[in-house]
């Protein structure tokens, strides 16, 4: 069964640009959840995705959003790139209902704002 | 907030054991304890949950105290490659969604 993946893999970006960065999950997973990481805060919670409708959301700014297709596949998009944006973004999929429920995580993005 | 508190850092001679402690004193009855770790700003990689039973699989054990306020993670015979930071976390959902907190995590150093 292929894991969760993302791409691009590395992406360069300069203050004020925006970004979309791309996840597919497992076959079969319906959740999306998107995170971020960065060495001063750790993992931080972005927003959950099921069923193409956001089912949660963490404390990030507007400039932050997704969204999910009838694939199950999410997007993330970040505007007006900031310096503190740089950072592994990891999107992990899981089935969404019933407990347990098991994320298993992509390899990430890392985007870098210059 | 997170939910779990773990020691910042931990050493681990190789083939010996790697005991990695947890404290979830508010866990909820319906919560349950996942372990992951991430290598080198990998994405973190699934390692093991339990919700009140012990729990083993190839990778590790899980023991969850009767209360359920503390687990601790065991990897049997710890090599090289399991120098890592380890995540306990807590997870719970329902038709609202999944929210998962994660600490600061452990970073295990396993030496040779």
């Known amino acids: 069964k292929a894991g969760v993946t993302q791409t691009p893999r590395y992406l360069i970006k300069t203050r004020g640009q925006q970004v979309t960065l791309s996840c597919s999950p497992i076959?079969?997973?319906?959740?999306v959840s998107w995170y971020q990481q960065t060495p001063g805060q750790g993992l931080q919670f972005l927003f959950e995705y099921f069923s193409e409708t956001q089912r949660n959301k963490g404390n990030f700014p507007g400039r932050f959003s997704g969204r999910q297709f009838s694939n199950s596949r999410s997007e993330m998009n970040v505007s007006t790139l900031e310096l503190g944006d740089s950072a592994l973004y990891l999107c992990?999929?899981?089935?969404?209902?019933?407990?347990?429920?098991?994320?298993?995580f992509g390899p990430g993005t890392r985007l870098t704002v210059l | 907030d997170a939910k779990t508190t773990q020691p910042p850092s931990m050493d681990c001679a190789e083939g010996r054991a790697a005991n990695l402690p947890c404290n979830h004193s508010?866990?909820?009855?319906?919560?349950?304890v996942y372990w992951y770790r991430q290598i080198h700003s990998q994405g973190p990689q699934y390692i093991i949950h339990g919700l009140k039973n012990n729990e083993t699989n190839e990778m590790a054990s899980l023991i969850i105290t009767e209360d359920r306020k503390s687990s601790t993670l065991i990897l049997p015979h710890a090599t090289l490659r399991d120098t890592a930071v380890y995540y306990c976390?807590?997870?719970?959902?329902?038709?609202?969604?999944?929210?998962?907190?994660f600490g600061a995590g452990t970073r295990l150093f396993v030496k040779a």
């Open positions: 976390i807590v997870r719970v959902g329902g038709t609202g969604g999944f929210k998962t907190i």
């Open positions: 508010t866990i909820s009855g319906n919560e349950y």
């Open positions: 076959s079969g997973h319906r959740s």
């Open positions: 992990a999929s899981s089935r969404g209902q019933g407990m347990p429920d098991t994320q298993y």
